[in-house]
């Protein structure tokens, strides 16, 4: 991953992917990655090319600078 909080979304990703990985037995989780720099514009078009490919359950972001980007649109997309 690539930005200046770089190794905050490493460690999500990794908690993410082993929670994940735990739990991979009792559930089918698909879990689509993409990294944005930390920079909003990208979080939303990350956002807008995975919503593209098929329908999401769920997005995260790490960051509030990504987040408050992204809210609006996932909300209106009725994306948690």
Not at 7 to 31: F, I, Q, W
């Amino acid at each position: 991953l690539t930005g200046p909080v770089a190794p905050y979304g490493l460690a999500a990703k990794n908690g993410l992917l082993m929670a994940v990985e735990k739990e991979a037995a009792s559930s089918l989780v698909e879990v689509l990655l993409e990294d944005d720099g930390f920079v909003p514009s990208r979080t939303v078009s990350a956002y807008r090319k995975l919503l593209a490919s098929g329908p999401l359950d769920v997005v995260m972001t790490t960051g509030s600078t990504p987040s408050l980007a992204l809210a609006p649109i996932a909300a209106k997309d009725q994306v948690p």
